[in-house]
């Protein structure tokens, strides 16, 4: 890792050279996203479709489906991206994700609860899962406080708190193994039927969410010195701690409650992210919010062109994907 | 003028009583050392300064203002802290990690300034780091990085450094380096030091005054030549040895011979203390 880190050691220049590059990225990726299916579109033609008004034979699937889906999931692979992102920094963990406070596994209960038991609220599934969200993070940071909250206290608190809720899970899924058909694609996450209301649930969220990230970017760079360091230099450890955790949880539970658990975007994505650019958190923010962006729209459309005409949910792209990504950056690691 | 001045205070961490009944006071422009053995309360006191700990009795008054009625920026502006080691390296630029010193200085957004960036470079240049301020901390030696941490603190431009034990891990040349650094920041730009040393002969060299402290209390304060006496190396760390005055530089200096011989240990203050 040293030596990647050694490579890309260079000052704003190499930093702003990989942002651009990233915004390339995803621009590149939600417009292969939105030229992919069962039609293909070109991306002239999508240009005009989007930009001017186009009213060609195209426009119902370019506006109805493919754009609202593919803008969706680039808000998703962001917020989710940023939320890791944040809480590696305060965590000072760089294997700490949206997981780690509880947003997977009570947004999972939560969902699973109103797809099993109460599928007639099924329009309720977002907000119901948003709050079992926000719901189990606040309980693990509430649980971990002690004189303030330690990042390793924090940590113990959730995964304690989600082995509790995984329980659950788990129980109602063998309970109700005859209903567990449409929990399943909730529990991987995917993007499918995915349009324009959910795109408007989570725009909000992302757009405070960057806003307020950024503002705290200089804020986790003094946190990463340690708390006698950052106290030191005039930084009130535990509020920046507290509002940045709380920054992390609900970008995380608005991406988690639209499009069900998507996993590894929020560990993955931040960690390559530095590797990328280095851990001045005023670059590693806007990357990990592009590279997230860039990664989901991509893996969502190879989930969808795989195995045409049936379709993946992207988590299990992002999953198979993933984890062998992870794994080799984790020996990289150890080395 | 007093810059700090410590009203009778006690410090108990998990129950016990670390620093009791302390008077003590601060002068602008001086460099200040507090010498004792392990355990006798030496960076509880400088993190009592420093606000990092709250006194269970007495006051600590900066500038005549209650120390908790400052708010943490506004405290960072007078006052900036070196703790003893880093837990760990910061992954980023010297010049990145210099311009953190800044933060206190900074709108809340931390937006940087064009008179962050000359002060980040002026304190790069008085520590000797802007040859490498490019670099990563990672590929700098021990020195370099307590340099570099030293310009941080700079760059805080704050009227008073506390340092705690600044030259451990440093070899010989290393630790001078540091000391002839802190000595020549206090005389040029008249910055208060308070500092926690171990070495006898660092204290002796480079301090207006001396803090000796022994199980939690104050065993002596005042200038090196009354304080670094054959009887206070006896009393307060259990050694034998010889104080002298080296003839070119007009510096104090001791020498230690070794362990007191009848030395009874379950007798010596510092033990006593942790008990």
């Known amino acids: 890792m040293r030596m990647v880190i050694n490579a890309f050691r260079v000052p704003m220049s190499k930093g702003v050279l990989v942002i651009v590059a990233l915004t390339a990225a995803v621009i590149l990726a939600t417009g292969f996203s939105i030229g992919t299916g069962a039609v293909r579109i070109s991306l002239s033609e999508i240009w005009l479709y989007v930009f001017h008004g186009y009213d060609g034979p195209m426009k119902e699937i370019v506006w109805n489906i493919r754009l609202p889906r593919t803008l969706v999931g680039t808000l998703v692979g962001a917020n989710l991206a940023l939320s890791g992102a944040l809480l590696q920094g305060v965590m000072r963990n760089?294997?700490?994700?949206?997981?780690?406070?509880?947003?997977?596994?009570?947004?999972?209960?939560?969902?699973?609860?109103?797809?099993?038991?109460?599928?007639?609220?099924?329009?309720?599934?977002?907000?119901?899962?948003?709050?079992?969200?926000?719901?189990?993070?606040?309980?693990?940071?509430?649980?971990?406080?002690?004189?303030?909250?330690?990042?390793?206290?924090?940590?113990?608190?959730?995964?304690?708190?989600?082995a509790f809720l995984g329980s659950g899970i788990s129980a109602l899924l063998i309970f109700f193994s005859d209903r567990v058909n449409g929990a399943?694609?909730?529990?991987?996450?995917?993007?499918?039927?995915?349009?324009?209301?959910?795109?408007?649930?989570?725009?909000?969220?992302?757009?405070?969410?960057?806003?307020?990230?950024?503002?705290?970017?200089?804020?986790l760079n003094i946190l990463a010195l340690g708390d006698s360091n950052a106290?030191?230099?005039?930084?009130?450890?535990?509020?920046?701690?507290?509002?940045?955790?709380?920054?992390?949880?609900?970008?995380?539970?608005?991406?988690?409650?639209?499009?069900?658990?998507?996993?590894?975007?929020?560990?993955?994505?931040?960690?390559?992210?530095?590797?990328?650019?280095?851990?001045?958190?005023?670059?590693?923010?806007?990357?990990?919010?592009?590279?997230?962006a860039a990664v989901v729209t991509f893996c969502d459309t190879l989930a969808r062109l795989m195995f045409a005409p049936l379709e993946l949910p992207v988590g299990i792209m992002m999953g198979a994907l993933g984890a062998p990504f992870f794994l080799y950056l984790l020996r990289r690691e150890a080395r | 003028?007093?810059?700090?001045?410590?009203?009778?205070?006690?410090?108990?961490?998990?129950?016990?009583?670390?620093?009791?009944?302390?008077?003590?006071?601060?002068?602008?422009?001086?460099?200040?050392?507090?010498?004792?053995?392990?355990?006798?309360?030496?960076?509880?006191?400088?993190?009592?300064?420093?606000?990092?700990?709250?006194?269970?009795?007495?006051?600590?008054?900066?500038?005549?203002?209650?120390?908790?009625?400052?708010?943490?920026?506004?405290?960072?502006?007078?006052?900036?802290?070196?703790?003893?080691?880093?837990?760990?390296?910061?992954?980023?630029?010297?010049?990145?990690?210099?311009?953190?010193?800044?933060?206190?200085?900074?709108?809340?957004?931390?937006?940087?300034?064009?008179?962050?960036?000359?002060?980040?470079?002026?304190?790069?240049?008085?520590?000797?780091?802007?040859?490498?301020?490019?670099?990563?901390?990672?590929?700098?030696?021990g020195g370099e990085r307590q340099r570099v941490w030293i310009a941080m603190t700079l760059a805080q431009q704050s009227g008073l450094i506390l340092l705690d034990e600044p030259t451990t891990y440093l070899d010989v040349n290393h630790q001078w380096e540091v000391m002839?650094?802190?000595?020549?920041?206090?005389?040029?730009?008249?910055?208060?030091?308070?500092?926690?040393?171990?070495?006898?002969?660092?204290?002796?060299?480079?301090?207006?005054?001396?803090?000796?402290?022994?199980?939690?209390?104050?065993?002596?304060?005042?200038?090196?030549?009354?304080v670094i006496t054959d009887r206070m190396l006896r009393d307060v760390f259990g050694v034998r040895g010889s104080v002298g005055r080296d003839d070119r530089s007009g510096r104090m200096h001791c020498h230690i011979e070794g362990l007191l011989e009848a030395v009874d240990f379950s007798a010596q203050p510092a033990i006593a203390a942790v008990k």
């Not at chain 1, 005039?234 to 949880?249: D, H, K």
Request: net charge positive; proline share 5%.
């Open chain 1, 231 to 292: 106290r030191g230099l005039g930084l009130s450890v535990e509020a920046a701690r507290f509002f940045l955790t709380a920054l992390a949880t609900l970008l995380a539970a608005s991406a988690v409650s639209v499009v069900g658990l998507l996993g590894f975007v929020g560990l993955i994505v931040p960690h390559s992210a530095r590797l990328l650019i280095g851990s001045d958190y005023r670059f590693l923010l806007p990357a990990s919010v592009l590279l997230g």
């Open chain 1, 184 to 219: 399943l694609v909730f529990m991987v996450g995917g993007l499918s039927a995915k349009s324009w209301p959910e795109l408007e649930i989570i725009l909000p969220y992302s757009l405070i969410g960057m806003s307020l990230a950024f503002i705290g970017s200089s804020h």
């Open chain 2, 1 to 141: 003028m007093t810059l700090l001045r410590l009203e009778d205070v006690s410090v108990r961490l998990h129950n016990r009583t670390v620093l009791d009944s302390l008077n003590w006071q601060v002068e602008v422009g001086k460099i200040y050392s507090i010498i004792g053995p392990n355990g006798s309360g030496k960076s509880t006191l400088l993190k009592t300064c420093a606000g990092q700990l709250k006194p269970a009795q007495g006051k600590v008054l900066l500038q005549g203002r209650l120390l908790d009625s400052y708010p943490r920026r506004q405290l960072a502006r007078h006052m900036a802290m070196l703790q003893q080691s880093q837990a760990s390296l910061p992954d980023v630029s010297v010049r990145s990690l210099v311009s953190y010193g800044r933060f206190p200085h900074q709108p809340v957004w931390g937006a940087k300034r064009k008179e962050d960036e000359k002060i980040v470079e002026w304190a790069m240049a008085q520590t000797g780091t802007l040859p490498f301020a490019e670099r990563k901390l990672s590929n700098l030696s």
């Open chain 1, 94 to 162: 760089s294997l700490a994700d949206p997981h780690i406070i509880g947003v997977s596994s009570g947004a999972g209960l939560f969902g699973i609860i109103v797809l099993i038991l109460f599928p007639h609220l099924w329009s309720m599934l977002t907000p119901i899962a948003f709050l079992g969200a926000s719901g189990a993070a606040a309980i693990i940071y509430l649980l971990a406080w002690k004189d303030g909250v330690q990042p390793v206290r924090l940590i113990l608190a959730g995964v304690a708190v989600s």
């Open chain 2, 180 to 226: 002839e650094l802190v000595h020549d920041l206090n005389r040029k730009y008249s910055i208060t030091i308070v500092m926690v040393l171990h070495d006898l002969n660092h204290a002796a060299a480079c301090s207006d005054e001396l803090l000796v402290m022994r199980a939690g209390e104050m065993y002596a304060s005042g200038p090196p030549e009354q």
